[in-house]
């Protein structure tokens, strides 16, 4: 039962150009959402969240949308840059009885061509 | 403030062996939890541990098992280890339960032959 789909394993972008990387969950009582960028033989790295009482949350070039009623979010960059070229993966938290327990999609992976 | 530390960060076994991990969280953080990343199955959770006690397991068998100390410092044994656990094991940490983000080391990839 997969409740944290990326339906798009990868993304080739232009550098200047905007990112748009998607996320679909199916279990309606998660609280929160996260974004993390990982590159190879390392841990992921926290980029931006999302409570689910908000529906846009922005940091710098990266913003974060959340849909509750399609249960649907997505991450823009903007602009995008060579450095961002690593695999994305959204993340799924706070339902009261999994206590800190992330639930991840797949993840997506970014090429940014300069 | 210096991030999560895990080691080792490399470590080759042979089937039926068994293996010990560690994870030092990020200072004051007080909740660490461990995932596995694998090809096939992507980032699954495995446990969460606070204030020494497990709060949560992923639905991994008995083999996995962990502990976390006085000083947060967790540890992750893995025993009777199979093929299948050829994975990068990685452990966060965040500042209490419920707190929404979680801060990854850089794991520890573990090959079992």
């Known amino acids: 039962d997969q409740q944290v789909k990326q339906n798009s394993p990868s993304l080739s972008v232009q550098e200047g150009r905007i990112s748009i990387l998607n996320c679909d969950y199916t279990?309606?009582?998660?609280?929160?959402f996260l974004w993390y960028k990982k590159y190879p033989a390392e841990g992921p790295t926290f980029l931006i969240s999302?409570?689910?009482?908000?529906d846009k949350n922005e940091d710098g070039r990266f913003t974060v949308f959340l849909n509750k009623s399609a249960k649907h979010l997505s991450l823009h960059i903007v602009p995008s840059q060579p450095g961002d070229s690593a695999v994305y993966f959204c993340a799924a938290g706070g339902v009261k009885a999994a206590g800190n327990k992330l639930t991840f999609g797949g993840g997506t992976r970014v090429l940014v061509k300069p | 403030k210096a991030g999560v530390t895990q080691t080792p960060r490399y470590l080759i076994k042979t089937r039926g062996q068994q293996v010990t991990l560690s994870c030092s969280p990020i200072s004051g953080h007080r909740s660490v939890s461990w995932y596995q990343q694998t090809p096939g199955q992507g980032l699954q959770f495995l446990f969460e541990?606070?204030?020494?006690?497990?709060?949560n397991k992923g639905n991994f068998p008995g083999r996995f098992s962990g502990r976390q100390f006085s000083n947060s410092r967790s540890e992750m044994n893995v025993s009777t280890l199979e093929l299948g656990d050829s994975a990068l094991y990685l452990c966060a940490s965040s500042l209490d339960r419920g707190e929404e983000t979680q801060y990854f080391g850089p794991g520890t990839r573990l090959l079992v032959l």
């Open positions: 279990n309606s009582m998660f609280d929160y």
């Open positions: 999302i409570s689910s009482i908000k």
């Open positions: 541990y606070f204030s020494e006690t497990q709060r």
